[in-house]
């Protein structure tokens, strides 16, 4: 729980800010310790902090948001501050604001009025009269007690059991008239093509035969199959809770359940369609049925009449088994409420794909005692007592897996096994042997991105082989598998064992991201001996990508557990690590400087150093060495224990890392990057400036300026660095005062400062792309949207005076966001210039920023369906208030070089607290 609140009112004295910060601390001080509730609050905050990060951050993150009523947080929501007090109050109001503006149904169930002693209800902006809100007379626990049984679910009165509705007679006034159908529904609707009834009970059919069909491609028989259907998925409240005009996008990781709960949903739909005569009708795609735009889809189905009156509410499922069409999809899908405001969307998806945070539900994984009653279920008795991975038992996908293979004598390791062991039986129970065709098929479809004709590529009794495949579906033809995971295993065998090379599948990140979940299967499952080449190449392509495979395959559940390590397994480990490194530092290039052994002075090749390894149970010590720093004491390139001299002393560099061991088998990859993150955090900077100043571009120009201006006062600028002492922007174009013994800015000259500032910045941030990071691409979040426009607005006051909570002399307040401008890909027309829109005092700007987030979000997703390989590197949508260092030294230096540090962070490269503060 958040607590969000403004820390002063304008017209309020010293001792009035201090009673007020008491009262407010106090009250989340008895929500915290007297009534358990998990509270958060900036008042405990100790390290320095963004308060236009921190505070949205946390909205995002809380089940609920207590915002504590008063004069000055309403203006702040209703945005009439001044835009120089109160940034992070604001941005926080900005955050609910977005939430607000996207789905009031989220924002009421998420947020709280509370009006502590002393505060009155004129303080409640408009908007929120409707919201739940708690007046507290005494902050007590006792005196909070409605807002607890509010925060907690705990009614004071229990609901009474309900009786028998009475039968009543009723009466026929007329005769039932059918309306005309619409002439311009040609074709005929299938709904129109049917009664009400009909249309629903055909529905609810073919929902039960596609639930078992999803349960026969796993592998159950019929009678394993109706015991399941007593387990129904439960279906999140946050799904049921969707309103009318309201999307939801389901994501979990592999196994989850996602389509089951989708089908829950859409079950629990129908049902309500046949009893609620004016119900929204429900419709059912897989993102393959997409074949057309949505729309015509739906008024294929339903009619435009029907759609019209009535609505639908429609799942589209599966959009991360083809992810060129999955942002498409989820455009559209916003795009088609904006124009049916009746109907509701639920898609399903193992990643985000940039969609809005208040639309994402994530599902978490079940209880191990539910998915022990599931797979107890399919295995016929009681598996209480067995030899079950608990993992296993948190997706509804492994538990039916493990009631099906389970061996009580073995019992069953982890998930890669248990996917090993149901692919094997299935292959074995054949007498054909398909697993090469299987393999085959999965390189296919893959690499088709749908369904494909086995006979295109193999012989006519294969292909028959294939379609009688339990774990495949037909159509017409074409055969694809029925679950995501299979064709994933499939296909990672065939890229382990050399069928396909992985070069071919890294020709660029639009192939990469086709293969993208091939690769972080076999990273999570594959032989060390096999997947360290295949790293290996990939870390040496673009590192960026190899970083989305690392995390993917950790968050997937699919990590082979490696085997238990100890001390003698030294230089088995060191090889490996070396083999790691080496790889991560070729595809970091330029930022490879920052390793250690360089950076120290140690050696000047990798090859030049060493590696001493101890293993301590679950923990790892490794040192590297300076290998050839003594010359008669050359040290080879992996060592169990560090060298000392006759002496006793070392004698050469030293530098060590630990941490715990990571419990997959592929592990060394994850460390090394953690480890160079390590080093990279600490030289971050350095290597801006060491590059930046090096090279022609804006850190020399902003450098070689800044020294200038310690000596130099400020001249007219024009944004070029200029021989004859005049500022690379321009200085403070008002005479000084005593508030201001410098001098000040006008309005006018500010923006002008402002916009050299920011083009330059994005200049910058370019260049610093191409210096250090160049292997990296459109998996760097900001350059992957680039060519990019900051838009915004400036609010400047030149006779503002500092106080304690403004910044003063004449500082800007901003709203902006970045949001691409490219319309085509570079083959077809070419790229726009980065450019800046920047309006100044200008409210009906930062209106629309405000208060058309959705209009603004739908460009940015439209540019990602339009890059569906930027996708998985995408930032989200954000708009911004607050304050940017446009009076510090280098300041596009420092723009830039944060942008690029969110980028790094975002790829596991950086720490998320960098800030690139001071130079």
């Given amino acids: 729980m958040f607590i969000t609140w403004a820390h002063e009112n304008t017209d309020w004295k010293p001792e009035q800010v201090r009673e007020w910060k008491h009262l407010v601390g106090q009250f989340a001080d008895v929500l915290m310790t007297g009534c358990g509730i998990d509270t958060e609050i900036d008042l405990w905050q100790s390290e320095p902090t963004d308060w236009t990060r921190w505070g949205p951050s946390e ?8 915002i504590v009523t008063s004069t000055a947080w309403k203006e702040r929501f209703d945005g009439e501050n001044k835009p120089t007090e109160g940034a992070g109050a604001a941005a926080e109001a900005d955050e609910l604001l977005g939430i607000y503006n996207t ?21 409640i902006p408009g908007r929120l009269h409707g919201i739940s809100r708690f007046r507290i007379s005494d902050v007590t626990v006792s005196g909070l007690e409605e807002l607890v049984r509010h925060l907690t679910g705990q009614p004071r009165y229990l609901r009474p059991t309900r009786g028998r509705v009475p039968t009543l007679p009723a009466e026929q006034l007329s005769p039932t008239v059918e309306s005309p159908r619409d002439q311009a529904d040609t074709p005929q609707a299938v709904y129109d093509t049917l009664t009400r009834g009909a249309y629903l009970e055909r529905s609810q059919s073919t929902s039960d035969a596609r639930h078992r069909f999803r349960r026969r491609g796993v592998g159950l028989d019929d009678a394993q ?31 989850a359940g996602k389509s089951d709960v989708a089908e829950q949903w859409h079950q629990a739909n129908i049902e309500r369609a046949l009893d609620d005569p004016d119900a929204a009708i429900p419709v059912w795609f897989s993102v393959d049925d997409l074949t057309e735009p949505l729309e015509r889809a739906v008024v294929d189905e339903v009619g435009r009449p ?14 991360d088994e083809r992810t060129d069409r999955a942002p498409n999809a989820l455009r559209q899908a916003t795009e088609f409420l904006a124009r049916w405001p009746l109907s509701r969307i639920v898609l399903t998806s193992r990643a985000t ?5 208040s639309d994402v539900v994530r599902l978490g994984p079940i209880t191990p005692d539910d998915g022990l009653a599931l797979a107890s279920t399919v295995a016929g008795r009681s598996l209480y007592g067995a030899n079950i991975d608990q993992t296993l038992l948190q997706r509804p996908l492994f538990a039916l897996l493990v009631g099906q293979h389970i061996d009580i004598d073995d019992g069953v390791a982890g998930v890669a096994e248990l996917i090993d062991t149901v692919v094997g039986r299935v292959v074995e129970s054949d007498s054909f042997d398909l697993y090469v065709e299987l393999k085959r098929l999965a390189v296919e479809t893959t690499r088709n991105g749908g369904p494909v004709d086995p006979s295109t590529f193999t012989t006519a009794a294969a292909a028959a082989q294939i379609r009688k495949s339990p774990m495949i579906t037909v159509s017409d033809r074409a055969c694809a598998f029925s679950l995501a995971t299979f064709e994933q295993w499939f296909a990672s065998k065939a890229l382990l064992e050399g069928d396909i090379d992985t070069a071919e599948l890294l020709s660029s990140l639009v192939s990469f991201n086709r293969w993208k979940y091939v690769f972080a299967s076999v990273f999570a499952a594959g032989d060390p001996v096999k997947v360290d080449p295949i790293m290996t190449t990939l870390v040496g392509w673009n590192p960026g990508a190899a970083a989305w495979v690392i995390k993917e395959a950790r968050d997937s559940g699919l990590i082979r557990p490696r085997p238990v390590l100890d001390a003698d397994d030294w230089e088995r480990v060191g090889w490996r690590l070396r083999t790691a490194t080496s790889g991560w530092l070729k595809g970091l290039g330029p930022l490879s400087s920052a390793f250690c052994m360089f950076a120290h002075g140690a050696a000047s090749t990798f090859d030049d150093t060493a590696l001493a390894v101890d293993i301590d149970k679950n923990f790892l010590h490794v040192t590297w060495l300076g290998a050839s720093q003594v010359p008669d004491a050359l040290l ?20 060590r890392r630990s941490g715990p061991l990571p419990v997959g088998v592929n592990w060394v990859w994850e460390t090394a990057q953690k480890f160079l993150a390590d080093d990279l955090k600490d030289r971050f900077k350095a290597l801006v400036d060491q590059s930046g100043i090096s090279n022609e571009g804006v850190v020399r120009d902003e450098f070689v300026d800044d020294r200038r201006q310690r000596f130099n006062t400020f001249g007219a600028g024009d944004g070029k660095a200029d021989p004859d002492n005049v500022a690379l922007y321009p200085g403070p174009d008002r005479p000084p005062t005593a508030t201001a013994p410098f001098g000040a800015y006008s309005s006018a000259g500010m923006k002008h400062r402002v916009e050299l500032i920011l083009s330059a910045a994005m200049k910058c941030y370019v260049e610093l792309t191409e210096l250090l990071t160049p292997s990296f691409g459109k998996t760097l979040a900001h350059r992957g949207m680039m060519p990019l426009e900051f838009y915004g607005v400036m609010f400047h006051d030149p006779d503002t005076v500092a106080t304690g909570h403004n910044w003063g002399y004449g500082e800007p307040g901003f709203r902006w966001l970045l949001k691409p401008i490219a319309t085509a890909t570079p083959s077809e027309a070419v790229e726009p210039s980065n450019r800046v829109s920047l309006a100044l005092n200008d409210n009906s700007r930062s209106e629309e920023i405000n208060d058309q987030r959705a209009s603004l979000y739908r460009e940015f997703r439209s540019y990602v369906e339009a890059n569906p390989a930027y996708e998985p590197f995408a930032g989200s949508f954000t708009t911004t208030s607050g304050q940017i260092d446009v009076l510090k030294q280098r300041p596009a230096t420092r723009i830039a070089a944060g942008w690029l540090a969110e980028d790094l962070a975002r790829l596991g490269f950086l720490p998320e607290s960098l800030r690139t503060t001071s130079w």
Wanted: charged share 20%; glycine share 8%.
């Fill in 353 to 357: 794909l940039a969609a809005k945070s």
């Fill in 306 to 319: 029907t759609l019209a009156r009535l609505g639908v509410d429609v799942v589209i499922d599966g959009l």
């Fill in 636 to 655: 080879p390139p992996v060592l169990r224990e560090v060298p000392s001299g006759p002496d006793g002393q070392y004698n050469r560099t030293l530098l």
């Fill in 59 to 66: 909205i995002r993150k809380a089940d609920y948001v207590i």
């Fill in 225 to 255: 199959i109706e015991r399941t259907l007593a387990h129904p998925a439960t279906v999140p409240a946050d799904i049921i809770d969707c309103a009318a005009g309201e999307m939801r996008l389901l994501t979990a990781a592999l196994g």
């Fill in 103 to 123: 789905s009031q149904a989220v924002f009421r169930s998420k947020v709280v009025l509370v009006q502590l002693p002393g505060v009155d209800k004129a303080a």
